[in-house]
């Protein structure tokens, strides 16, 4: 797995500029939508006599014009312009009543689907906001559904023992469509009420789309979306491809240092979780703060964005090493130093700091995009603000997904070994952080991190509404994605008994960092460059039996049939009741233990949690069927699923899947099946490959969840007169050795046919 790293040059530009920068994000690139009124035929602002006159004119070919605007002079709004348009809108003006003719009567747009457009639009409506956003992944084959967000601003409350209140109210978005001379791709549609695309045809690609929605309030926030269509065969998808070593761009350093406010109110707006907080003795902080950019300095075009947040104990720069790696592959990155809202700011408000560390990274994006206007500074033109991500490491991590919370107008979160900002005192007792945005994410944690990892990636992995990546880099620790740091690293030789099993690290800093390189810029190379072909690396099958990580992930996958959840134990999706036989323990529960760090909160998890007979033969059952019907999996590649040993801190349990073996079963409506072995999809590596120091012996835990990818094709194989029209149900075989230590226990979740 360790790669030779070609030498990246870096220009260090020691510039430093004192700027103020707001805690709030300004929309500096707000746009205007065009429109128009109905039966203003001939554009000039109002609907009178000389309107009718010009259909008229325009219809046998006496002014020798085209109306510049057809929607408009469509008077009755049934897709064609005659005779009947030109009657209609000279009763409406003689008798009065122009508020009898259809929608818009003011500047607006088309409520309904025809072929005529607007190609000189006599009016313009405001844009009050843009956002970037991700649509549904579509595939040849499965019917397509994807879904815009159905509220500009969510509606956010606080619970505390029996009292509660309302922090903000929701905004619902009312109508939704597409500007006057665009359409969407092959034959979707847009529900203008929900907002929902609906179709069955899809040209593979990645289709660049603009929606606008307008909110219960008139206001109009404008869509930057991205649909991401593949192939029936996915052949889009390239394995092998390696992103650890370093591009080819040039880098320049930037240093700047601005001036930031924090506030501290008092009293606070609402209880906050878990503490009694001291009252500030200011009503505000100014502090100076040091920002670093990383930019590629030969870069032909405006770049992708990163704003980045260390966490707490570490510092800005202490990143260089994956910042710059970033940079000459082309993105330009912002590392803020900022302290404040992990110490001082928690000294009044007891714990976390997670939103107000998220309001600097917002203030941050204004400031290096204000760079970007300034024909006098060095980025001026470099960046391009629709492609913006937020980052961060440990509460940075967190602090980044907050930021996205603040500023939805991003393309996407890395978060590094991030904390849960539920157990935020200022997030803890809202309804914030149960559903996370709906935005690609990429979380790198490590095995070994016991300062975020326990129960945080499975916490967030269900909670998460995007497509979303997790990687767990086996013996890697918290402070190795450092370029110094040790925080969170403790050196020991690896045992199998407490601490080592759970708390050493066991693999070098350079190994670490090469794979947090990897992942990272896959990550934005799918995100930051539309880049479909590596989908294998974060939705796909490619490293699931890796001896170096532990990919789990959400494709959100656009036709993917979910089998079973668990939220209904001992339910399947459909209905169906969960049967199983041998195990000595079956239940709904959590595969983590151990609530660290406190104090809690902790959301619900619902895996399924099981001990298999530790010298015999383990099975359970999902029934498929949906309300008596057999299910149609035509159009899905793979059924996939998540599994892990469970994990009991300080406990030398389960190393490895060695101790048993397992098998997957199809079966039908007329009782054929078609049985297959998941093991060659599960890691079989006994002993670490490459851990440090060199000739130590690691044994495997592979104590986190991986996603595993049984192709259906291997099941006709197996049955080729297996009907994947009408499946009847999935049966899981464990067979065990005798050789698991404590018991095999083991954790299983969301079985889908995608």
């Given at each position: ?33 065009d ?73 607006g ?15 313009t ?14 595939r ?10 159905e ?9 505390q ?16 469509g ?6 969407l ?24 789309l ?6 219960g ?8 979306a991205e ?7 996915e ?6 491809q ?25 009293p ?13 003795p ?45 940079a ?151 402070g ?61 099958a ?26 209904d ?24 233990d ?17 001990i ?108 080729p ?34």
């Amino acid at each position: 797995m360790r790669r030779t790293i070609p030498p990246i040059f870096v220009i260090l530009l020691s510039v430093s500029l004192s700027v103020s920068c707001l805690s709030s994000r300004s929309n500096l690139y707000a746009v205007d939508l065009d429109g128009f009124v109905r039966g203003d035929c001939n554009s000039d602002g109002s609907v009178d006599v000389s309107d009718p006159i010009y259909t008229l004119e325009s219809l046998f070919g006496v002014s020798g014009e085209t109306p510049g605007c057809s929607d408009a002079c469509d008077v009755n709004d049934d897709g064609a312009i005659n005779l009947a348009d030109a009657i209609e809108l000279l009763g409406a003006v003689f008798l009065g009543i122009p508020a009898a003719l259809p929608a818009p009567l003011t500047c607006g747009f088309d409520p309904t689907s025809d072929p005529l457009g607007c190609d000189a639009p006599a009016c313009t409506l405001p844009v009050s906001e843009e956002r970037a956003f991700t649509l549904e992944t579509a595939r040849a084959g499965l019917p397509y559904l994807g879904d815009l967000p159905e509220n500009q601003r969510e509606g956010v409350t606080w619970q505390q023992n029996l009292q509660s209140g309302v922090i903000q109210t929701a905004l619902s978005y009312v109508e939704y469509g597409l500007p006057i001379g665009t359409s969407l791709p092959g034959d979707l549609s847009l529900d203008g009420s929900t907002g929902v695309l609906t179709g069955t045809t899809i040209p593979s690609g990645l289709h660049a789309l603009e929606i606008w929605a307008r909110d219960g309030n008139g206001d109009h926030t404008l869509f930057h979306a991205e649909l991401p269509s593949f192939s029936a065969a996915e052949s889009e998808i390239i394995p092998g491809q390696v992103f650890s070593n370093g591009g080819f761009l040039l880098v320049a350093i930037q240093d700047e240092v601005f001036t930031y406010t924090h506030p501290l109110p008092w009293p606070t707006p609402y209880p906050l979780d878990g503490c009694t907080p001291l009252q500030p003795p200011a009503t505000e902080a100014v502090e100076s703060k040091n920002l670093r950019i990383y930019y590629p300095l030969t870069a032909t075009a405006p770049t992708p964005l990163l704003i980045f947040h260390h966490g707490t104990g570490f510092n800005s720069i202490e990143y260089q090493q994956l910042l710059v790696h970033l940079a000459s592959r082309g993105i330009t990155c912002a590392s803020v130093e900022d302290q404040f809202p992990y110490f001082e700011f928690v000294d009044y408000y007891c714990w976390g700091g997670h939103d107000e560390a998220a309001e600097v990274l917002v203030s941050v994006r204004q400031l290096v995009e204000s760079y970007n206007l300034d024909p006098t500074h060095p980025l001026f033109g470099r960046i391009d603000n629709r492609r913006v991500f937020y980052g961060g490491h440990s509460r940075g991590g967190a602090s980044a997904m907050a930021a996205r919370e603040i500023d939805p107008d991003v393309r996407g979160v890395l978060m590094l070994q991030g904390t849960d900002a539920r157990q935020d005192s200022w997030i803890g007792n809202t309804n914030r952080w149960i559903d996370l945005p709906d935005v690609p994410v990429m979380c790198i944690s490590a095995e070994q991190d016991t300062d975020v990892i326990y129960p945080f990636a499975e916490r967030l992995l269900e909670r998460f509404r995007g497509p979303t990546s997790m990687v767990t880099i086996y013996g890697g620790c918290h402070g190795y994605s450092t370029d110094a740091s040790s925080n969170g690293c403790g050196v020991c030789s690896f045992t199998t008994t407490a601490p080592g099993v759970d708390s050493c690290r066991y693999i070098a800093r350079s190994l670490q960092i090469d794979l947090l390189q990897h992942y990272a810029t896959a990550f934005f190379q799918r995100y930051a460059f539309g880049n479909l072909s590596v989908e294998g690396i974060l939705h796909g099958a490619e490293d699931e039996a890796s001896p170096f990580v532990g990919v789990s992930y959400r494709r959100n996958l656009s036709g993917a049939i979910p089998v079973a959840d668990f939220e209904d134990y001992p339910f399947t999706n459909s209905g169906g009741a969960i049967a199983s036989s041998g195990a000595l323990l079956f239940i709904k529960g959590t595969c983590y233990d151990w609530p660290f760090p406190l104090p809690a909160p902790i959301e619900a998890i619902s895996n399924l949690v099981l001990i298999a007979d530790p010298n015999g033969v383990t099975t359970f059952d999902l029934p498929i069927d949906v309300a008596g019907a057999a299910l149609d999996v035509t159009g899905t590649k793979t059924l996939t699923f998540r599994v892990k040993n469970h994990d009991i801190h300080g406990v030398a349990d389960n190393f490895g899947y060695f101790h048993l073996d397992m098998d997957l079963e199809l079966m039908d409506s007329s009782g054929a099946s078609a049985s297959v072995p998941v093991d060659p999809h599960l890691p079989q590596t006994i002993f670490h490959p490459q851990p440090e120091p060199a000739g130590l012996n690691v044994q495997m835990k592979y104590q986190r969840f991986l996603s595993v990818t049984m192709p259906l094709g291997e099941f006709l194989v197996v049955n080729p007169s297996l009907d994947l029209t009408a499946l009847d149900s999935i049966r899981v075989t464990i067979t065990t050795n005798g050789t698991a230590n404590v018991d095999a226990r083991m954790g299983f979740d969301d079985f889908r046919f995608e």
